[in-house]
């Protein structure tokens, strides 16, 4: 029989006094009502309750027994009441990840206002280019960059990520501007560590065996490259969303704009759902109207 039903027939008995009453209240049978007690004395091993025609009484381990029984049905029934407060207003922590430069500089920011449109409802972000799990990692969202593979996910296009190639203008003075992908190979470069040789600095018209501009800094982190270039110290490619403020300050001046690769399509990813929470389709709905196509 089903123990958390027989619980809760027990609870009841106890409290109105008689088989019959608690039959009647629950509509079963007192028969039913029976059996239900019967199961759960056999399950503990223990007589629960002291029974005469006239009078129902608790033994000691059916009055202990009763109050964990009542304990373990308050617990169930305020897990549903808070699964149902879930599933009818957006509450809860969102497991976000994101790629690390457009979730640091662009998503981020964003997030103040959706949080402020939602105060029940926190976020935990981790920036990171590695291809996380959804499953595994327990996530309830991702943002990635790039074509996508065949996957069981929901995908909603954002807007493509386009790159573009800066400089400070002090290091253009001293080293002159390359007009053509040819002449990198006669400037210095700042890298992401995670590039290969065969696809960093790969222009559209560029010959596979095109001389490569010298890497003189190398890191994982974008701010970090971003700073150099504006310290003059060479080349940076880097997403322009990234970068559109120094751009519009004259900071950084881009330069081979004719020769950038196609925009690579970005996406927020989650799971097939027949019944998202209100907490994540806010979250998709928010994204979507901030960064959507």
């Known amino acids: 029989m089903d123990k958390m039903r027989s619980m809760e027939v027990f609870v009841r008995v106890v409290d109105a006094g008689s088989f019959t009453a608690?039959?009647?209240?629950?509509?079963?049978?007192?028969?039913?009502?029976?059996?239900?007690?019967?199961?759960?004395?056999?399950?503990?091993?223990a007589r629960l309750l002291h029974r005469t025609t006239r009078s129902l009484s608790l033994t000691e381990i059916g009055a202990r027994y009763c109050d964990e029984c009542r304990h373990i049905l308050q617990l169930v029934a305020a897990a549903e009441k808070g699964a149902q407060a879930m599933r009818n207003a957006p509450r809860g922590?969102?497991?976000?990840?994101?790629?690390?430069?457009?979730?640091g500089h662009c998503l981020a920011p964003a997030l103040a206002d959706y949080l402020a449109r939602y105060p029940e409802?926190?976020?935990?972000?981790?920036?990171?280019?590695?291809?996380?799990?959804?499953?595994?990692?327990?996530?309830?969202?991702?943002?990635?960059?790039?074509?996508?593979?065949?996957?069981?996910?929901?995908?909603?296009p954002l807007r493509p990520t386009r790159m573009v190639i800066c400089a400070a203008p002090a290091y253009l003075a001293r080293r002159g501007t390359p007009l053509t992908p040819a002449e990198?190979?006669?400037?210095?470069?700042?890298?992401?560590?995670?590039?290969?040789?065969?696809?960093?600095?790969?222009l559209q018209g560029m010959a596979p065996?095109?001389?490569?501009p010298a890497s003189r800094l190398r890191s994982n982190q974008g701010p970090a490259l971003r700073q150099a270039a504006l310290a003059g110290l060479g080349l940076v490619m880097q997403a322009e969303v990234v970068l559109a403020d120094d751009i519009a300050a004259g900071r950084l001046v881009p330069v081979l704009q004719d020769y950038m690769p196609e925009p690579r399509p970005m996406h927020l990813l989650y799971p097939r759902d027949r019944q998202v929470t209100p907490k994540l389709s806010s979250f998709v709905e928010f994204v979507v109207e901030r960064f959507g196509i």
């Open 22 to 45: 608690a039959a009647g209240q629950l509509a079963i049978s007192t028969v039913m009502v029976s059996k239900h007690i019967a199961a759960l004395e056999k399950l503990v091993g």
């Open 209 to 212: 065996d095109a001389p490569l």
């Open 184 to 202: 990198l190979g006669e400037h210095d470069s700042l890298d992401f560590q995670h590039w290969r040789r065969d696809v960093r600095w790969r």
């Open 121 to 156: 409802v926190s976020v935990d972000l981790e920036l990171s280019n590695r291809l996380a799990d959804l499953v595994d990692d327990g996530l309830d969202a991702a943002i990635r960059i790039g074509h996508l593979k065949d996957s069981a996910l929901v995908a909603r």
């Open 93 to 103: 922590v969102i497991k976000l990840s994101a790629p690390a430069a457009f979730g």
